[in-house]
């Protein structure tokens, strides 16, 4: 089972803290669970190249490819291993403000959220922006431009695995992502 382990933490307060393990809770139990795993393993394509902008243009860089198998396996397999549990080992920083265009972000295993956005999600949400920052600690990632690549925000693999997580949380798809196979789920 994969747990999500708070291995440290800076800028939150008390209640912050107990709102984030609120969201990493929920994280544990919808990944570890039939729907969201089979989900994955339905999804289709997922989106391994990123766009970015050049001196010389937008370029697509190529990433390797995985299965939708290999995308979840290396999400289950998380970082440790201890008994019959993998972990998700966590570093955290709560930062003032809102930067604008990000909720958060991803350097060096270093998940940072902003304090505007994080007092705002439900707990679903936080569950679906920890787990898409974590998705970049397993080495997946997705363009930075926003407006040069229309599929980064439903089929990149960050963006895909969050959407994913904030539906089965909270019933709503975010930016209006339509992944025909939960169209045919009773």
Known sequence: ???????????YAAADLDRALEGLKLLEEVINGEPFQQAVLQFGTF??????????????IARPARTNREVLDTLLNGRRTDGTDTYMDLHLRLVQGRDGRL???????LITTFSTDFEEMLPGERAGHYLHEWAHVLGFHHSHCHDCDPGRNCFSVPYALGNL??????????FKCDYPFLRTKG
């Open 47 to 60: 989106q391994f190249d990123v766009f970015e902008a050049t001196p010389a243009g937008l370029q697509r």
């Open 1 to 11: 089972m994969l747990r999500a382990n708070v291995s440290s933490h800076e800028g």
């Open 103 to 109: 909720v958060g972000e991803e350097k060096a295993g």
């Open 165 to 174: 997580l904030v539906y089965f949380t909270t019933g709503r798809m975010p």
